[in-house]
């Protein structure tokens, strides 16, 4: 379990944003109340993290609740939309796009302050804005640690067996898991447009909750605790990041098939006693 925080941990007064499906999850309301993001928050403050959480943005200076989003925010903007012609339909699609613009603008500017983002990318629940977080963050050099779980539907396997004497029901099935398209994905492969984003040492196939449930009493089961018991993970993230508060990571390097330092991680240092070089101190000389 991390400790708390010393000024001599790396991890101290970094900062992370928490990218991940928000929109189709199964429940915005359970996500945003029991989701990762709030055990993974808690991680990280212990030791000394800055955690960017798009559920509970940061207050702006001079724009109040600029860009907040609650559960219900998707439904009033989808509730407007039209593809409609004219004038009045051009207008509701531009409210919309407004609306949201906040949304997009307050969460890439979180990415942009980050110093690393943490995704969580099931391959079964679409998403747009977090390939552009993640996208954001590659093209500025930051690290990307992507958490891709096993995906599964076990509810499934059973209705294929409770149809298996009806040829009708099963038909119906099949083809609807067609039209979905319903895709299992149990060892967790990530998207292979991931892959040469992300880069292969960041991809985790969970979080590793069951070893810190206790210590950080954890004791609102949540569906991922039942995810990680039936699929437990092999690569978990949790412990990886509670090493890298005393040692930064490697990456892989093909041509010299070695490991070698990941210059990817830049974590500022502003403990020092003496500044050297110019530096500013204010706006105004």
């Not at 928000?22 to 309301?29: N, Q």
């Not at 702006?60 to 004219?86: A, F, N, P, Q």
């Not at 996208?135 to 891709?148: D, E, N, R």
């Not at 070695?258 to 991680?265: L, R």
């Amino acid at each position: 379990m991390p400790k708390p925080h010393r000024k001599t941990e790396l991890l101290q007064g970094a900062r992370v944003y928490l990218s991940g499906p928000m929109d189709f999850v199964a429940s915005r309301a359970a996500e945003k109340k029991f989701g990762w993001r709030n055990r993974v928050s808690e991680f990280l403050q212990l030791m000394g993290v800055t955690v960017f959480d798009p559920w509970f943005k940061p207050d702006v200076r001079g724009l109040h609740e600029y860009g907040r989003e609650d559960v219900k925010s998707g439904d009033r903007i989808r509730d407007v939309w039209t593809y409609k012609s004219g004038a009045d339909a051009a207008r509701a699609r531009h409210w919309c796009a407004k609306q949201f613009w906040e949304t997009l603008h307050i969460d890439l500017r979180m990415v942009d302050t980050s110093d690393f983002t943490i995704s969580y990318c099931p391959t079964n629940i679409y998403s747009v804005g977090t390939p552009h977080e993640i996208i954001m963050a590659t093209m500025q050099h930051k690290p990307v640690l992507f958490v891709s779980p096993a995906v599964e539907f076990p509810t499934l396997a059973k209705l294929r067996e409770h149809l298996k004497d009806d040829p009708q029901g099963a038909a119906l099935l099949k083809k609807l898991e067609k039209e979905i398209p319903i895709k299992e994905n149990k060892k967790g492969i990530p998207s292979f447009w991931y892959m040469p984003l992300v880069g292969g040492e960041n991809f985790f196939d969970g979080f590793g909750f069951a070893r810190y449930r206790k210590a950080f009493k954890w004791t609102q089961d949540i569906p991922l605790d039942a995810h990680e018991k039936r699929f437990p993970p092999k690569r978990p993230l949790l412990p990886f990041v509670e090493k890298l508060n005393t040692k930064l990571p490697n990456k892989w390097d093909n041509k010299l098939q070695k490991f070698v330092p990941d210059d990817d991680w830049l974590l500022w240092d502003f403990n020092i006693r003496k500044i050297r070089g110019k530096h500013v101190v204010t706006v105004r000389n």
